[in-house]
């Protein structure tokens, strides 16, 4: 009989079932395995990478405090009330993003409805982040491509993080920071409160941010008066701003159909019904094309343009960090700046601006630019700026303050004579001929009143009169490097070129030390600061616009050294500060037409070449202020009455009108004396004409030995006991008398 062939009795017997199972093994072994595989692999990447990632990211998690999120943003100056000590508010600064805080409350439902539908359906459910999306997003950007087009995963929750943070960088370890940071978001605030926080502070294009900043912009209205097209219009464009956008013809084509998207989702999710769903469906919105931002913003004063000017530079140096993001701190970042301003002082030189009285004739049809710097003597803030004749804009050029001009005559007080007093080179009644030096086998410089040219004239005349030559007969002996040195190391004077910068064409030379013709030159800021030493005695600080700024938390950021170092002696500040109240005074001074009358009035007059610069730089004892007039594009200045002086004074006079009257401060080792006018030397009985003249007590004059008694210009005088009518008489001089 023949056996059908058997299978190998080695053959160990099968069931059906295994046999089912080997076959489905042949059908789809190496592919099965190869997917339990790919599997367990990629879970272990994602499991593997993501533990890293939360394990680093962990201790970053964000801390944000959504009920002072606008307030974290908005940098605020503040003023200091003087009769009280407190700060108070003084201006916010419109951040570098066009940004109006609106309140949940005063947003109409169908905007937030309207936001859900459109960037996150599962809000209300989740805790602030939507696992299904998160995981999906995860695998598609870091394992594999499997779900192409997937968009990310973030929440309504997780994009507040990113918006208030600003990290645009994606990174996984920024994106598991931002889940932590979400997570624990939802735990301390409401729905509510991070709706609120969302639309507030969503991106629209340019720099406007949140949704009132974007009702006005694309719909001139209050975003309480948006329809439901609208504001799904308006949460459409935060996604891409310029594919979304509806000015454009694409761009409102592409906003309608997501608008479509973002009705069926509200309809899905309850928030509209159906005949409503159909009526928005494919409907139009007029776009209104109108920043009514650009009108509301509350432009700044030239001083706090200045305060912020000085901020940015400071926080640069002090943070080595670059402008740019100095800049970013300023407008973005909510920082706290205490600043110097003086609301007597900027109020009243605003309105004196306003006013076209406040401005001296001039002959040309087109009248001179002008700048302002005004300092409280007491400590060297500035209390006020003015840096152009009008403001229209924010952050203009600031001529006050970034104007460098030639500062002609005003340099001789704290130049030629400063060095000479403080040498004891000279004194008050110093007599010099008025004749010019040699410089280069030519005679130098003129004078501009020739009138006394070849005389013999006094400190105190020479500087009252402005004269040219007794300041470059002092500088030829000084020696220009020691002025050169003083004002850029002790006075702080910052575009000085020295022979280092340009050998040919420097400072350190005759003509700019003497009589301000400078290679770049000072700014009105600079002068002031310089000629402030005047009112204090001797002592100079730069001068300043704020104290203290800090961050939005309090921790300090900047702290300004604010004390005033001393730089010369106290008497030749006093002597000079006395010759300046003559120059603005007492004729024949050519700044008296400055004189205040009802408070001492001290300062000097500045002309520049061809009169292109006109300065006064005055002094009360309560303010330094200095006065630039000129034209941008250099070019002269006519006039029937010099006008610097006159604006100084139209514009001193409102702020000082209610002050106590007071007298600049004294040095008790200067005195005020006698002179003989002709010798310039202490007066004697014997001296026909005398005058008052102010001198160190270390070093004065002799007394006069021209008018000898019994010389036949005698003086009678009724006794000797040692009164002089309308002078004082001094010890000094009477003693050595008879
Ligand atoms: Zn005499």
Known sequence: ???????????????????????????FGK?????VLVGIISGSIVAAVMAVYVFKSLDGTVDIDLHDLDMKYTTILYGTDKSTGEEYELKRLQSSENRIWVDFEDMPDHLWQATIAAEDKRFMEHQGVDWKRTT???INQYIVKILPGTQGGSTITQQVIKNVTGEKEISAARKINEIFSALKLEKQFSKEEILESYLNTIPFGGTTHGVQAAAN?????????LTVPEAACI????NAPSYYNPFGEKGAIHNKERRNYIYTQMLDLGYITQEEYEEYYDSDVEVARKNTLEGETAML???EDYVIDEVISDLKSELNITGAQAWDMVYNKGLRIYTTYDPLVQKNLDNSYKNSNTFPPVINSEYPESAVVVLNAEDGSIAGLIGGN??????LFNRATAAQRHPGSTMKPISPYLQAFEMDMITWSTMFMNDPIMVDGEPWPVNFYSADDGKKISVVYALQRSINRVPAQLMEVIGPEQAFNFLDKKLAFHSLVSPEDNYQHNDMNLSPMTLGGMTVGVTPLEMAGAYRIFATGGKFVKPYSYTLVTDADDNVLLEKDTKSVRVISE?????INKLLQAAAMQAPGTGTAANLGFMPTAGKTGTSSDDYDQWFIGMTPYYVTAVWMGYDEPSQILYYNYPPPILWKNLMTPIHQNLEPKEFAECEEVEAMEYCVVSGDLATYNCPETATGWYKESFAPSNCTVHMRGGSSMRDYDDNDGEFEGGVRTRRSSSNDD
């Not at 023949?2 to 042949?26: C, H, M, T, W, Y």
């Not at 009008?390 to 952050?395: A, M, P, T, V």
């Open 1 to 27: 009989m023949a056996n059908p062939k058997k299978r190998s009795s080695k053959q160990v017997p099968v069931s059906d079932g295994q046999i089912i199972v080997r076959r489905l093994f042949e059908l």
């Open 235 to 238: 949460i459409t464009i935060t």
């Open 136 to 138: 999906a997003a995860f």
């Open 390 to 395: 009008e403001k229209n804009g924010d952050r």
């Open 301 to 303: 004063t030239w001083f």
């Open 31 to 35: 592919a099965f395995i190869a997917m």
């Open 571 to 575: 008497e030749t500040a006093t002597i």
């Open 217 to 225: 912009r694309y719909f001139d209205k209050d975003v309480s008066e």
